[in-house]
């Protein structure tokens, strides 16, 4: 004989059970004297437990709950047309504050684009492509590349 | 219509589009449930009533984006019931204790009423003592007469997992009260 499951007791008592089911579970108490037994300490148990009662009189939270949820009303827009309205300026300086910075930065990025060093000065003993490059006459390198050059060309003869 | 005859998910309604005596008339109708499963949970008044303020300020602040996908008391007790959590987790972190165990001695035990209301301490701090999803489990159950399918919708449980706290809840008290004379009778 399969006995009544703990949480099957436990609602039968509450009468949480399907109406079928209440009828299964007291036809197999009226039979079983182990569930027999586990029924009658359950309802001692909810007997006790019925004992500790809990009165709620003088302890109204209506008037302060009236008055804070009057207070939250008043704080906080009530809907996101009013979010809107309310936050419309911030948004509008930060729009512009996005728009000048960028401009800023474009115009900046014009004149990077261009060349904002002045053009590069040579002199006939200083080729332009070095100077072009920064390299003075006198490195080590420049002279390498004139004399290279010079091979090539047959400047040297 | 007058406002006592509407049902919750009216004055919800109501609330939504301004009407402060929505709010008003929520709170006399909910606010014994709420206060009671509070004291149950957390065993002092001063709690329980922050705990039911808070609750029906939330209700308010969420009547705008309110929608009845079940019983406005489901909802209700899930907003209890996650508050009583957090109050227990902020004591927890404070170190500070719910557990306020005051037996009244009685210099005539005999009287019924005095028995009855020793009892009632002793019964208290039984519950106390749970675990508190327990204690929430057994409150909803024992003394606001929810399901287990109910509760579970309730506090956002699994079923299986709200029928376990039940089973081991009234296994637990079963232990602490089998002295109880009511108990043992």
């Not at chain 1, 079983?32 to 437990?49: A, D, F, V, Y």
């Not at chain 1, 009189?57 to 979010?83: C, F, I």
């Not at chain 2, 008003?24 to 909910?30: A, F, S, Y």
């Not at chain 2, 210099?107 to 003592?129: F, G, H, L, N, R």
Request: glycine share 6%; with cysteine; aromatic share 6%.
């Amino acid at each position: 004989m399969e006995h009544i499951t703990d949480i099957e007791l436990i609602e039968y008592l509450a009468g949480n059970l399907t109406e079928s089911r209440t009828v299964e579970v007291r036809e197999h108490i009226a039979a079983c004297p182990q569930c027999s037994q586990r029924i009658e300490q359950m309802q001692k148990l909810s007997g006790t437990l019925e004992l500790w009662e809990v009165d709620t009189a003088g302890h109204d939270v209506a008037e302060r709950v009236a008055a804070l949820a009057e207070q939250t009303g008043q704080d906080q827009p009530s809907s996101t047309r009013e979010l809107l309205i309310r936050f419309t300026p911030q948004i509008v300086r930060i729009a512009a504050s996005i728009l000048i910075a960028v401009g800023l930065g474009h115009k900046l990025g014009e004149y990077s684009v261009e060349g904002s060093k002045p053009p590069v000065k040579s002199s006939p003993k200083k080729p332009e492509y070095l100077a072009a490059l920064g390299l003075e006459w006198s490195s080590g390198l420049a002279k390498l590349v004139l004399e290279d050059h010079s091979a090539d060309t047959g400047g040297g003869q | 219509m007058a406002k006592n005859k509407l049902d919750d998910s009216a004055l919800m309604s109501r609330l939504s589009d301004g009407d402060m005596s929505a709010l008003g008339e929520l709170v006399c109708r909910h606010q014994d449930r709420v206060l009671e499963i509070a004291f149950r949970t957390l065993g002092k008044w001063d709690l329980a009533e922050d705990v039911a303020q808070e609750t029906f300020l939330r209700v308010y602040r969420a009547a705008r984006k309110y929608k009845p996908k079940a019983k406005f008391t489901t909802w209700l007790y899930r907003i209890v019931v996650n508050l009583c959590l957090d109050e227990k987790r902020r004591r927890a972190r404070n170190g500070t204790s719910l557990e306020e165990v005051t037996l009244e001695t009685q210099t005539e035990p005999d009287s019924d009423y005095a028995e009855k209301k020793e009892i009632a301490q002793i019964v208290k701090a039984a519950v106390d003592e749970l675990p508190e999803r327990q204690r929430i489990a057994l409150v909803l159950h024992r003394y606001k007469g929810l399901s287990h399918g109910q509760i579970a919708e309730a506090t956002g449980w699994s079923g299986p997992a709200v029928e376990s706290l039940l089973v081991r809840a009234y296994a637990n008290l079963r232990k602490k009260l089998d002295k109880i004379k009511y108990f043992a009778e």
